[in-house]
């Protein structure tokens, strides 16, 4: 019998999850229509513009024709470039022929290298709070995610003794974020390597998302690549949207064995063919170009760092760490007597403040917001005058 109603949508949606801060970019979006100014702090985004040499190898390559498809892995120069450039960070040696994905963004890397791995019914084990596209993509296959709290007496670092406790004879994979989204921590290299001999005593792989190993602050990244014997079951996530300021240019990469680069290269053609030609051309300048511009972003972010954390610190009900990577501030508001979501709403409706409910990123986020500090000292500063008003009037 025809008719109009709807023929149903695939079970397996019910199990994928979103991400929020573009939920919250919306509704403070509905907001300025009606013409009030909201401060943006929910967006995980650099607000420099990418750099004018990036610009201009992009226009040269839209005027050469890089008009067409490439290589479904990518551009075979810039998979040379990004293997000189790993090399030289990480200190480990990448076949850029085998072993090195180009993709539209660094989200593709995470979908594709879950279900290059992983099967339905086997235990996926990552921190919590955490980037919520892994749980999303982990139940999305059929698997199970395995969380792992991040306590705040720990600095929010992935504890290795918790991991080891967690391990069942279903575990698949170990999901690795530092610098971390949302907390703003990192791991020490005695932690990654705990977690290295965890993952080769019990066979598992590693997805280490290090998209935010340039933005570190007096410290020292330390990759799950650079662990002796560990490239062979490490999948890294990484890409020019945080280092380079190039979230629109959607552009990212992977590593691993050429196994498991393999089956993404044939998911990457199911899903998108490859990633845009000119995007691919600009990457290049990217890394092989002047890095001077880095540093200075870096050396901001340092600068917002502290006038934010230092706010949220005043602020009655709120404390906040200090983030050692990444542009987050993470703290806990435990003290307000409110829930995360409530007074996430609140801050968006009353103080025109946007910034995302800790539980966006896991049940263990409850009693925490996240502030994204990747915004100018001017919208800091009264951004974070509006919540103190606001928390006070509660």
């Not at 575990?171 to 390597?193: A, D, F, Q, R, W």
């Not at 502290?306 to 610190?313: C, E, F, G, P, S």
């Not at 435990?334 to 990123?361: Q, W």
């Amino acid at each position: 019998m025809g008719g109009s109603r709807n023929p149903g949508h695939a079970e397996r949606m019910n199990r994928a999850g979103t991400e929020t801060a573009f939920e919250v970019f919306a509704m403070a979006k509905e907001i300025e229509k009606k013409g009030e100014r909201v401060i943006h702090f929910e967006m995980g985004e650099p607000d420099f513009d990418t750099p004018e040499n990036i610009k201009e190898a992009a226009k040269r390559a839209l005027e050469k024709g890089y008009t067409h498809y490439t290589p479904a892995p990518g551009i075979l120069e810039l998979r040379q470039a990004i293997a000189e450039y790993v090399s030289e960070d990480f200190g480990v040696d990448i076949d850029p022929e085998k072993e090195v994905i180009v993709m539209p963004g660094a989200k593709p890397g995470i979908f594709t290298g879950i279900l290059a791995t992983v099967n339905p019914g086997d235990e996926v084990i990552m921190p919590n709070p955490a980037f919520p596209i892994y749980e999303s993509v982990v139940n999305l296959v059929g698997a199970k995610p395995v969380p792992i709290p991040l306590r705040e007496e720990n600095d929010f670092r992935l504890s290795p003794e918790d991991v080891r406790r967690k391990v069942t004879e279903k575990t698949k994979m170990l999901i690795l974020n530092t610098p971390h989204n949302p907390c703003g921590s990192t791991l020490m290299k005695s932690e990654v390597e705990e977690l290295a001999e965890i993952a080769k005593e019990h066979n598992l792989w590693v997805m280490s998302d290090e998209i935010y190993s340039k933005i570190i602050y007096g410290g020292k990244h330390h990759s799950m690549l650079s662990v002796p014997g560990m490239k062979e079951r490490t999948i890294l996530i990484h890409g020019f949207s945080k280092t380079y300021a190039m979230t629109g240019w959607r552009l990212g990469y992977s590593i691993g064995n050429p196994e498991v680069i393999a089956n993404m290269v044939k998911l990457q053609i199911n899903i998108s063919s490859c990633a845009a030609a000119f995007s691919q051309i600009a990457a290049i300048e990217a890394l092989r170009g002047p890095q001077d511009f880095v540093s200075r972003m870096v050396k901001e972010y340092e600068r917002r760092r502290d006038t934010i954390v230092q706010a949220l610190n005043s602020i009655k009900g709120f404390s906040c760490k200090t983030p050692t990577g990444a542009f987050y501030a993470f703290p806990n508001i435990e003290k307000t007597g409110m829930k995360s979501r409530d007074l996430m709403i609140k801050l968006l409706n009353k103080a025109h403040v946007a910034c995302v409910h800790g539980t966006a990123f896991g049940d263990y986020g409850e009693g925490h917001l996240r502030f994204s500090y990747a915004t100018s000292i001017e919208n800091i500063k009264e951004g974070m005058e509006r919540v103190k008003a606001t928390i006070e009037e509660l």
